[in-house]
């Protein structure tokens, strides 16, 4: 898949297995030590990685903010592949407003897996507010802190 309109695209080449990445995808108290770029960090995390399970967790800012993330795995490929969507909730429960559809890759590589995310936004407007918030960046240092993580798994 490629990014098209209204979408933006981040890969980097890690440094660890498809094993490990799925790890700290899917045991909750990894997933907690590289989900935001520090020094915010999650709480309350239930990741269902299954098609209508839930992608629910609390964004904790450094200055006491917190901001209920809730969507729905939408598509589950394991160690290949997750879509994750907030324009529903766990079981297709729509949700009546949507940011963002966030599709993420990993395949194997030379030097190890190329982990990729293609983030789709419903309009220009949208992306541009994604880019705004320091999409680049706040996911590139996520990256990071996946590699750094899964590589100790």
Same mark, same amino acid.
């Given at each position: 898949m490629k990014p098209e309109d209204h979408d933006l695209f981040i890969t980097r080449t890690m440094n660890v297995t498809r094993d490990q990445i799925w790890k700290a995808w #899917?045991?909750?108290k990894i997933l907690e030590q590289w989900w935001c770029p520090k020094p915010w960090t999650v709480k309350d995390v239930n990741m269902e990685l299954r098609p209508g399970g839930a992608s629910q967790m609390v964004m904790c800012g450094p200055e006491g903010e917190e901001m209920p993330q809730n969507g729905c795995i939408v598509y589950v490929k394991e160690k290949e592949c997750i879509v994750i969507s907030d324009c529903m909730e766990k079981d297709w429960r729509p !949700?009546? #407003? #949507?940011?963002? !559809?966030?599709?993420? !890759?990993?395949?194997?590589?030379?030097g190890g897996v190329e982990y990729s995310a293609i983030v789709k936004h419903k309009n220009e407007e949208d992306k541009?507010?994604?880019?705004?918030?320091?999409?680049?960046?706040?996911?590139?240092?996520?990256?990071?802190?996946?590699?750094?993580?899964?590589?100790?798994?």
């Open positions: #899917s045991d909750p !949700t009546g #407003s #949507s940011f963002m !559809t966030a599709i993420i !890759t990993m395949k194997d590589c030379p541009k507010k994604h880019e705004e918030m320091g999409f680049h960046a706040g996911w590139g240092q996520v990256f990071e802190q996946l590699e750094e993580i899964a590589g100790g798994l």
